[in-house]
């Protein structure tokens, strides 16, 4: 089982602390939360009992810092599913230039469990995985969930 998403943003002002150009918590927070919630809901396209889930729980460590400027990447990747429920990984790290050379480092790490909003009567089996596709779903693809 392999469903990956990667997003990106940049720390801009409204990102950051009152008085200082270090990123907000909520802010990252908020975007790790959206990057995994995109990641169990292309995971949900396949399944044709369930389309929606919510985050039940998480657990994560902010490695180090980030600032105004930095490019942050957020890599999402679907760990494992049970009948009910959805555990997803996501990795972030922030993007530098200094004097022309590229560094990128781990900053954080989380994992969250999603839980189906599905009754119990309507949840048969883990659903399919759709195949991975860097650029999302192919266009050519035909779901016969998907109307």
């Given at each position: 089982m392999n469903l990956k998403y990667e997003t990106s943003f940049t720390v801009y002002p409204q990102h950051t602390?009152?008085?200082?150009?270090?990123?907000?918590g909520g802010a990252f927070f908020g975007e790790i939360d959206k990057a995994a919630a995109t990641a169990v809901r292309r995971f949900l396209y396949s399944s044709r009992t369930c389309e929606t889930a919510v985050t039940?729980?998480?657990?994560?460590k902010f490695l180090k810092p980030c600032y105004m400027g930095d490019l942050i990447f957020l890599e999402a990747e679907?760990?494992?599913?049970?009948?009910?429920?959805?555990?997803?990984?996501v990795n972030s790290f922030r993007e530098t230039s200094n004097e022309g050379l590229v560094v990128r480092e781990?900053?954080?790490?989380t994992k969250f469990?999603?839980?189906?909003?599905?009754?119990?009567?309507?949840?048969?089996?883990k659903p399919n995985l759709l195949p991975y596709c860097p650029h999302g779903v192919a266009m050519s693809q035909k779901f016969d969930s998907i109307q």
């Open positions: 602390n009152c008085k200082s150009p270090l990123i907000f039940y729980t998480h657990e994560g679907i760990l494992s599913v049970g009948n009910k429920s959805v555990v997803v990984e781990h900053v954080a790490h469990v999603f839980v189906t909003l599905a009754n119990d009567d309507q949840v048969d089996n």
